[in-house]
């Protein structure tokens, strides 16, 4: 069973534990007390002066939420193996992890579905989502395909994105959120090359909707103009590191209209 770790420009365990405490905005006295370890432990751990074991590894890795992948990367840079495996989700052993991605994104018709991985990559979609991407340009569907790039590339959905400012200072945020808690540089540069793009400003926090519960992507559909609010699912008990970062981004109607126009062209 093949493995693939990141390998870091600094491997020192000691090093690599450090960035990720910071980056979970912890002190070493933090971590210590919900490690249930001592702070001079966790601090000799970081400088080098004790070399943790592997179960000590797993248990700081864990309550620092870091990423399978990187729990890996954690522990190939102790002197240990790696823990966690990471198939190619077409290999044999994946089939179910395929059927649940599967049954998912076909009972949520007529209703926009995709999954993607950890760097926003189209990993598979439901027919609906043919709708939200009608016109955009060719090459932006061809593989591999960034939904993020998909959706705000000027020659993507971003021309019939009613409230772009808006989704776009969205899907920014949440971008750069993820970049910082993950310290994924293929992140950071997609970031950057997404702030690049042209875009409306923003609209004032205080000029949405009132009672909005959450940021609405509106979109042009012919002569219609859709809302959807989005949701992502996780496998939440995944082993295997293809199937952690794997998310299923599933849109629902944001308002009656957009539900009966939906449920029209189903029919």
Partial sequence: MPFVAVVAEDPRIGTLLRQWRRRRRMSQLDLAIEAGVSARHVCFVETGRSRPSAEMVMRLADHLDVPLRDRNALLLAA????????????????????????????????????????????????????????????????????????SLHPEGMAPRIVNLGEW????????GRQAVVSGDPALFALHEELAGYPGSEPA??????????????????????????????????????????????????????TARALRARQD
């Fill in 168 to 175: 776009r200072a969205h899907l920014l945020d949440r971008l």
């Fill in 79 to 150: 002197g240990y193996a790696p823990a966690y495996g990471q198939r190619d989700l077409e290999e044999p052993e994946m089939g179910p992890v395929r059927e649940a991605i599967h049954r998912v994104l076909a009972a949520h018709e007529p209703y926009p579905a995709v999954v993607v991985d950890r760097h926003w990559g189209l990993v598979a979609s439901n027919g609906a989502v043919a709708l939200l991407t009608a016109g955009v340009a060719a090459h932006l569907l061809e593989p591999p395909v960034n939904v993020l790039r998909l």
């Fill in 204 to 257: 004032p926090a205080h000029d949405l909707e009132a009672g909005a519960i959450a940021v609405p992507l509106r979109v042009r559909v012919g002569e219609q103009e859709l809302g959807f609010i989005s949701t992502a699912t996780t496998f939440g008990t995944a082993a295997d590191v293809t199937v952690s970062e794997l998310s299923i981004e599933s849109f629902f109607p944001a308002d009656e209209s």
